[in-house]
């Protein structure tokens, strides 16, 4: 036997995560044959605990606590049981081909491998070095206890090392559960079983050791590396879940409970998909920070199809979102962060989507699902990094920033789409069937040439504030209630669809293209146009719209009418400005009982252009003005009264005039509805403002 190499193999001498690869150099060092099976009975009961040095080609039942110091195989065919204390000790070096069992305690303070089948049926401890290529079993009656370095993994191609537990998995050392080159390593936490990451300790999962920082185990890349959990399995200190390289994966699965008080990272480098799996009906509780990194071309998965709370919160200010919470962010280009829910995700603390330097970052609510926030949800991108907030289920938010006793903000909180520096992307979208209800803070910003976009094709409930600088578009529902509030410095532009304002909407520029505006709110945009496809319908079966501002009204007005006191009114606050494509509906109620010389001002403005040339208004023209619902015994006509006065602020406005059908003849068809003097042309001066002021009486209509 050459004893010249394996007495340097020693715990210190072997590298990090390679430690798994000690029964490989042993096997080729050792030539054990020979030196028998362990015979109990030459030790008296008073003499010093047995050692095992030995090979074991065949069946041995160790019935007396027993010691290994030295070298010790079981080879494919031995058969080792243990049936009282076995201990391998700080010297001994104790490699498994064939079958290991233990069925007392199994005490390892050297280096103690695997490549055959072990199981537990009481309880393990490693202090030192524990290193399984094989089959490790903890059942359901035993305790594994590693305070050491316990390393599950295979790097053979076709080759699979697998660690399961049925009864309790303590870790306060380093667990690692790493492939590579095309092997495949699972560890499973059975149903009902018990497995503790404990504060201080690492449970690796995959070929990183460290994927915030960027440094791998040393392992190349290939390797399939599974973490199942069907029992209960906490998280106090480190969880990675990380792969590096291409044709590397890293798969964390719940179907039991997982609680994180510390660090769980999923991550993918350089070619390689991690993903975390929270399976239906299954919990992943989160106190501490949840992480799915990607970076330089990795692509990282966080799917949650049970319940996934979030309740971490930053305690330090280390890296751009702190070190806590659940961060769904990328880096690179080519790299990917997905973090979906198909379930339910509460988030009371810091939620985080980001994408920096050409990475992407996806959260996605699907349909029928809920995703709510009270902290802070951000979906961020920066130096031309593209992040998406896509929801198609019901997304809450109630978070708003912390504030100090002057109202200043102290912290975060609520739904932030924020987008900093050229090329960079923010996208919030609410798609068909989504629902988005805001009852604390959403800001929708950018900066340094960012885009950040809130695009909505399904509900979007405003109960609180939306702030927005950038851009709005919306052909779904957008409705800003009573207690709403819209603080607009950006472009709201709606193509379809239509927007309730019952509350607040303020400053921007509100470009209205289709679909229809309503409300019985205030409007005070920089720019207001109506566009010829849109209809605006004042408050809400009737009421009074105000827009402060002046208007382009180039598309349909729609005016229900109730009663003489109960109508539809819009009130423009500055200049209402007409074109040839301006169309007026008046809707009466099925109730209404018209008198003769009933009037209704239904548009009221602080001046009127009625535009020129091509776009030119005409008022005797009653082609723009249709009712529906008025009794057939009376008439209509339609009459503009002009108070301009620069100094007053006095109205002018439109009114809808009935009078009894009998009182009024055929009306000419040539003649035009106006004083004596006042002739076409005059009529059309006046209407521009170029002529005197005065009351117009339109050409009458008969039913």
Request: charged share 10%; glycine share 14%; aromatic share 6%.
């Amino acid at each position: 036997m050459s004893m010249s190499l394996a007495q340097n193999m020693t715990p210190q001498n072997i590298p990090h995560f390679k430690k798994r690869r000690l029964a490989q150099l042993i096997t080729l060092t050792l030539s054990l044959a020979g030196y028998g099976v362990v015979n109990n009975s030459a030790y008296a009961q008073a003499a010093p605990t047995p050692q095992l040095n030995c090979d074991v080609t065949d069946t041995t039942v160790l019935t007396v606590d027993t010691n290994n110091v030295g070298l010790c195989v079981i080879s494919a065919a031995g058969h080792l049981t243990n049936e009282m204390s076995l201990r391998n000790t700080t010297t001994g070096e104790l490699t498994n081909y064939g079958t290991l069992i233990n069925n007392t305690w199994l005490f390892n303070h050297g280096i103690l491998t695997n490549n055959g089948t072990l199981t537990s049926d009481n309880t393990l401890f490693n202090y030192s070095t524990l290193i399984n290529t094989g089959t490790l079993t903890n059942t359901e009656k035993s305790h594994l206890k590693n305070n050491g370095d316990l390393y599950n993994g295979s790097d053979t191609t076709g080759t699979t090392s697998t660690l399961s537990n049925s009864g309790k998995l303590t870790n306060s050392g380093n667990l690692y559960n790493a492939s590579s080159d095309g092997g495949t390593s699972t560890l499973t936490n059975e149903a009902d079983a018990i497995l503790t990451n404990n504060y201080g300790a690492v449970l690796g999962n995959g070929n990183v050791a460290s994927i915030i920082g960027g440094g791998s185990n040393g392992l190349s890349g290939g390797g399939s590396n599974n973490l199942n959990n069907s029992g209960t399995l906490t998280n106090d200190g480190t969880l990675f879940n990380a792969s590096y390289g291409e044709d590397t994966t890293s798969n964390l699965t719940n179907s039991g409970a997982l609680t994180n008080n510390a660090q769980l990272i999923t991550g993918a480098m350089y070619g390689a998909t991690s993903t975390l799996t929270n399976e239906a009906d299954k919990e992943l509780k989160n106190t501490g920070l949840l992480a799915n990194y990607s970076g330089y071309g990795g692509t990282s998965n966080l799917n949650n199809s049970g319940t996934l709370t979030n309740s971490g919160t930053p305690v330090s200010d280390g890296g751009p979102f702190g070190d806590g919470g659940l961060l769904n962010i990328s880096y690179g280009e080519g790299s990917t962060s997905t973090l979906t829910n198909s379930g339910a995700l509460t988030n009371n603390a810091q939620l985080i989507t980001g994408a920096r330097y050409g990475a992407t970052s996806t959260l996605t609510n699907e349909a029928d699902k809920k995703l709510k926030n009270t902290g802070l949800l951000g979906n961020y991108s920066a130096y031309g990094g593209t992040s998406n907030l896509n929801n198609s289920g019901t997304l809450t938010n109630s978070g708003t920033p912390t504030l100090d006793d002057e109202g200043n903000p102290v912290s975060d909180g609520g739904l932030l789409n924020i987008s900093v520096g050229e090329g960079s992307t923010s996208t919030l979208t609410n798609a068909y069937g989504g629902k988005l209800i805001n009852t604390g803070v959403l800001i929708n910003t950018s900066s340094e040439g960012g885009t950040s976009i809130l695009n909505n094709t399904g509900t979007v409930t405003n109960n609180g504030v939306i702030d927005n600088n950038s851009i709005i578009t919306n052909s779904g529902t957008f409705d800003i209630t009573t207690d709403g509030e819209m603080n607009n410095t950006g472009t709201f532009t709606q193509t379809a669809g239509r927007t309730i304002v019952n509350g607040i909407f303020d400053g921007g520029t509100l470009d209205v293209q289709g679909g229809s505006l309503s409300g019985s709110g205030t409007i005070a945009a920089d720019s207001i146009t109506i566009g010829v496809s849109a209809t605006v319908k004042p408050g809400n079966s009737p009421g009074t719209l105000i827009m402060v501002g002046d208007v382009d009204l180039l598309g349909t007005l729609q005016t229900e009418i109730a009663s003489t006191s109960d109508f539809d009114v819009l009130e423009v606050q500055g200049i209402v400005t007409l074109s040839d494509t301006s169309a007026f509906d008046f809707l009466f109620d099925g109730l209404f009982t018209a008198t003769d010389g009933d009037s209704f001002d239904f548009l009221t403005a602080l001046d009127f252009n009625f535009g020129s040339g091509a776009d030119f208004f005409n008022l005797n023209d009653l082609s723009h003005f249709t009712v529906t619902g008025l009794d057939a015994a009376f008439g209509w006509s339609v009459s503009f009264t002009d108070n301009f006065d620069p100094q007053a602020q006095t109205l002018s406005y439109l009114s809808l005039n009935i009078f009894a059908d009998d009182s009024v003849g055929d009306p000419d068809p040539n003649a035009v509805s106006a004083p004596a003097t006042l002739g076409l042309f005059g009529l059309a001066l006046t209407l521009m403002g170029w002529g005197s002021r005065r009351r117009t009486k339109l050409r009458a209509h008969t039913a």
